[in-house]
């Protein structure tokens, strides 16, 4: 149930709605915009006379949400969810921002040198995988929190912001320091025990679609989240399973549009997993950003073809910078910048 309190509604009205949800037994998350306060009542609302809160002091309007998703609804925040960091940059609004590194961080040489590439560019976040979930146990894992190091290192130096996955409970408070975004991968979805715990954290996470889930299951997902108070939650396409083998995974850019329409979380496009195909990254990575993706995340290496990780799906630093270009025309022609 979403109670919409009027423009000048006073902080005793807000609070006195807010007692009264209390007191009919929900949950309830306020969210402020910049003319409008939205109470969202999560519970047992089925059996609530909507009029009775109608008729409160400083009430717009009061309606039930019928989506199985409550925080993460587009009535939550009808303008729109803008993620902010501590640095300024943003992901969210007019602007796309771009986030690019390799698959996995390897040495020190390779995160700095793509480090230095990312800034060059033009980019504001640097991604890499310190802890690599593979399909086999014998592939490359990731370096841990010393790999993690690294590219703190590498991104301080360079005024950049880090996003890297985490995979269990137990890494979240190591990793703490060393990034400003969690990610969590497509086999992570539906790890509701993660999902909560990331809740209670205060920093932004990235939510990236799983292999064959629907759009619903991935807005349910990102619900786990916010439910434990933690709003700033990034969404993610990255592909998924179809019967189709010409690509690793089938891009689903219509997911952008709609996930715009039933969710005021901003989404990403990662044309990278999206497809596992150097050559298709940047033909996706343009669509993307073309039907209204918040953001791009792609990776790439300096020596592309011997990445521990990843190989075929990742661009060389030239590739990127040429990228980078080709997505500011795009950026332009649909009116946001880059």
Known sequence: MIVAMQERATEEQIDSVIDALVEAGVNVHRTTGSTQTILAAVGPTAGLDLTKFELLSGVLYVHRI??????????FRPEGTVVEFPNG????????????????????????????????AGAGFLRGGAFKPRSSPYAFQGLGIPGLKIMHEAAQAHDLLTVTEVMEISQIEPMLP??????????????????????????????????????????????????????????????????????????????????????????????????????????????????????????????ADKAASDAAQTLYLEQFEQLMRELRVVAAAVGRTL
Not at 66 to 75: C, D, M, Q, S
Not at 96 to 106: H, K, Q, Y
Not at 249 to 268: E, F, G, Q, R
């Open 66 to 75: 019928t989506a199985p998703y409550k925080l993460a609804g587009r009535a």
């Open 89 to 120: 940059a943003k992901i969210g609004g007019n602007q796309v921002a771009v986030i690019a590194g390799p698959c996995a961080i390897e040495n020190r040489d390779q995160i700095f040198t793509i480090a230095a590439c990312v800034k060059a």
């Open 178 to 303: 060393y990034t400003d975004c969690f990610q969590v991968g497509a086999r992570n979805m539906q790890n509701f025990n993660l999902l909560r715990e990331l809740g209670q954290v205060r920093k932004p996470v990235l939510l990236k679609r799983g292999i064959a889930a629907t759009i619903e299951e991935l807005l349910l997902s990102s619900e786990y989240i916010m439910s434990g108070g933690n709003y700033d939650v990034i969404l993610c396409e990255r592909g998924i399973r179809t019967y189709e083998t010409s690509t690793r995974n089938t891009m689903d850019i219509s997911a952008i549009p709609v996930v715009h329409k039933l969710s005021h979380l901003p989404i990403v496009g990662d044309p990278s997993h999206g497809t596992g195909r150097r050559d298709m990254v940047p033909a996706m990575a343009k669509a993307a950003v073309a039907a209204g993706a918040d953001a791009i995340l792609v990776e790439i290496h300096p020596n």
